[in-house]
């Protein structure tokens, strides 16, 4: 590389990539823009569909263009009987995030979603994909429990109605309320791991159901959306808030990072935990269940006294969804129904002024070398 000395830029930290007026994570002062607006005033202020519209439109809908908009959502939620063999046949035992990803798969090779993309026509893929993806994900967390998928209904709003597919039953208002908040704050962050994924694929002209299966295989990490489903783990095998520091303080001795805390942007907390810790704790209150809190304090605190390390959204996240209901295994797949209005608006975004992602890397393998053929690298025999 001309002699001049590389700067390897380990996980592209601190790398500006492009340009993007979907979000702003604005770190120093713990706030998060969805175009200009603040996430907390719209988890609070808004539905998750105004708030998919704001993301895929770039601007929040009058009540006429909400009002087509949920038209458009209600009418796309069923799946069709292929969707529903494939999701039948996957293996026992399968994690409802892969079953998730081949399905979005699957939905590239049929109707409306197969084909080749451009900026405007992906909108109207995304809204089908925003539709579908729930009724995906309530249908195999039945199919798992050995249950019938439940069918969507075009009455309901898009929380209510996942809440009626994985339950045949609806919950309280408050209970919906705080599901429907924590759409919102998990539709969109900037150029996070998944969302930068579906960037790349979309780069090479891709379709967007290749994006999105690529970011949901990126979401399933647990160094992402991953967290929320082991923050859980974590809490049920601390199983006592009388367990809870001991059980942080030999996780931290034997190096192990703890689920739910860091964030490579945020460094003195998270915007989006304060809004979600309000929801968790008046779902906790509704129910009547304050056990994962107890025990979320002291891991907080003992964080907090020994790394000085904030707990992040998936922290505040998993906790809510169990104490709603849910099964752990269904938490990440939640928030990808969810950020596929993120990962969409990027693909977007990404098609309408396009370079193929293509980066370099520091070559540290052997230098250049000879070949040597097969009959002269050892004895054994041929082949
Ligand atoms: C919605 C989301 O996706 S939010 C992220 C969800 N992910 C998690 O909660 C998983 C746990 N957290 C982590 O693994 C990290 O904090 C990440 C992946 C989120 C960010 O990673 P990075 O920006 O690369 O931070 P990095 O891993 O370098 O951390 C810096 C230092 O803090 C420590 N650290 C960071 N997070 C944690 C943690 N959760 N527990 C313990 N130590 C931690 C690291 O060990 C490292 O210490 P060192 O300098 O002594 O080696
Ligand atoms: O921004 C990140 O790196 C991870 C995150 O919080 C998110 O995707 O919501």
Redesign the pocket.
């Known amino acids: 590389m001309d002699g001049q000395a590389i700067r390897v830029k380990k996980?592209l930290?601190g790398v500006v990539f492009d340009e993007t007026a979907i979000s702003e994570v604005i770190a120093e002062r713990q706030m998060l823009l969805y175009r200009g607006y603040p996430v907390a005033e719209l988890a609070d202020r808004c539905s998750f569909e105004e708030v998919a519209y704001l993301l895929l439109h770039g601007d929040l809908p009058d009540r006429e263009q909400l009002g087509a908009f949920c038209d458009r959502e209600r009418r796309h939620r069923p799946i069709d009987e292929g969707t529903i063999a494939l999701l039948r046949s996957s293996p026992p035992g399968h994690l409802p995030m892969d079953a998730l990803r081949t399905a979005v798969s699957y939905l590239g090779m049929t109707g409306p979603l197969r084909g080749e993309e451009d900026a405007v026509g992906i909108v109207r893929k995304a809204e089908l994909l925003l539709a579908a993806m729930p009724t995906i994900v309530a249908a195999d967390s039945r199919l798992r429990k050995g249950e019938e998928p439940i069918p969507p209904r075009d009455d309901l709003p898009f929380s209510e109605n996942f809440f009626h597919m994985c339950f045949g039953k609806i919950p309280s208002p408050e209970l919906v309320r705080a599901f429907d908040a924590s759409l919102t704050l998990?539709a969109e962050?900037g150029f996070?791991?998944s969302s930068f994924t579906a960037r790349v694929v979309a780069s090479s002209l891709s379709d967007l159901c290749s994006a999105v299966t690529a970011a949901i295989g990126s979401l399933k990490g647990?160094?992402?959306?991953g967290?929320?489903e082991?923050?859980m783990r974590m809490l049920v095998e601390i199983g006592s808030p009388e367990r809870a520091r001991d059980w942080v303080l030999a996780a931290?001795a034997d190096?192990?990072?703890?689920?739910?805390?860091?964030?490579?942007v945020y460094r003195s907390g998270?915007s989006r935990v304060p809004t979600m810790k309000r929801y968790r704790d008046r779902v906790a209150a509704a129910v009547g269940d304050h056990r994962w809190i107890a025990i979320s304090d002291v891991v907080e605190e003992t964080?907090r006294e020994r790394?000085g390390?904030p707990a992040?959204?998936?922290?505040p996240a998993g906790p809510t969804y169990a104490l709603m209901g849910f099964d752990s295994a269904l938490f990440t797949p939640i928030?990808a129904m969810a950020r596929v209005a993120g990962w969409c608006a990027h693909v977007a975004e990404q098609l309408a002024s396009n370079r193929i992602v293509r980066p370099l890397g520091a070559y540290v393998g052997p230098p250049e070398r000879e070949v040597v053929p097969l009959e002269e690298r050892g004895t054994g025999p041929l082949p």
């Open positions: 996980g930290e998990y962050h996070n791991a647990p160094l992402h959306g967290a929320n082991a923050v931290l190096r192990r990072k703890i689920m739910g805390f860091g964030h490579r998270d964080m790394t390390i992040n959204l998936d922290f928030f």
